[in-house]
């Protein structure tokens, strides 16, 4: 089975604060994908990566930034957290264009 | 442009009762077509998907999907939901180009005993 997982459930932080979200995958996906999940607005996709070292902005990059110096890993960098990132953020990975994408457990982040 | 439609925001039905959601794409040709389930608090699990063939689909928990090109919709269906059915539900599309995925709104479904 795939796993992703993601490196924490829950986070608290403070306003301006950089904050890194960790996800790792075990199947050797080359793409990755970062979302965030609001009510009312579904999954948005903040930005993918389909190599190493390759990332593509999605439909909400500011105030995001990521980086990924392996394949199996996608980190996520909020570089001056805001009170308007608090969100749930989900990981997930894939292997081709268009297919199946899977997800991480998300982190629940709080920005205080 | 692509796009993924669920219309229905929030469903309602007794345990036991038949389910289905509803999903409209627009898509230029006959993309990836997938619907996922999220439980409170977690990720989504991918539940069934289509890439071609048979354009009747069958997934876990008992869930089935057709695909329909005529009316560009993917619907998920279920005969008999349970109790722990209740979750959200995501239609996605996955583009064969691009590395585009586009997903649902998302329909949140309660289950009455």
């Known amino acids: 089975d795939v796993k992703v997982t993601q490196s924490s459930r829950y986070l608290v932080k403070r306003t301006g604060e950089k904050v890194f979200l960790e996800c790792v995958q075990d199947?050797?996906?080359?793409?990755m994908f970062w979302y965030r999940q609001d009510p009312g607005l579904g999954l948005r996709l903040i930005y993918f990566?389909?190599?190493?070292?390759m990332k593509e902005k999605g439909d909400i990059p500011e105030g995001y930034s990521v980086s990924r110096e392996k394949k199996e890993r996608f980190s996520l960098i909020l570089e001056s957290a805001s009170t308007n990132q608090t969100s749930m953020y989900l990981c997930?990975?894939?292997w081709g264009q268009g297919d199946t994408q899977y997800f991480g457990p998300g982190t629940r982040l709080l920005v205080l | 442009a692509q796009s993924v439609t669920q219309p229905d925001i929030h469903i309602t039905v007794s345990e036991g009762a038949s389910l289905e959601l509803r999903c409209n794409y627009s898509y230029g040709a006959t993309p990836y077509l997938f619907w996922y389930v999220q439980s409170p608090g977690q990720g989504l699990q991918l539940l069934l998907k289509?890439?071609?063939?048979?354009?009747l689909v069958q997934g876990i928990k008992g869930f089935e999907a057709e695909f329909k090109r005529s009316q560009s919709s993917f619907n998920l269906r279920k005969p008999s939901v349970h109790w722990s059915d209740a979750a959200e539900y995501f239609c996605?599309?996955?583009?064969?180009?691009?590395?585009?995925?586009?997903f649902g709104t998302g329909t949140s479904l309660t289950v009455i005993p």
């Open positions: 997930a990975s894939s």
């Open positions: 199947m050797d996906h080359e793409n």
């Open positions: 996605a599309v996955g583009a064969l180009t691009g590395n585009q995925f586009y």
């Open positions: 289509y890439f071609s063939g048979d354009t």
């Open positions: 990566s389909y190599d190493v070292k």
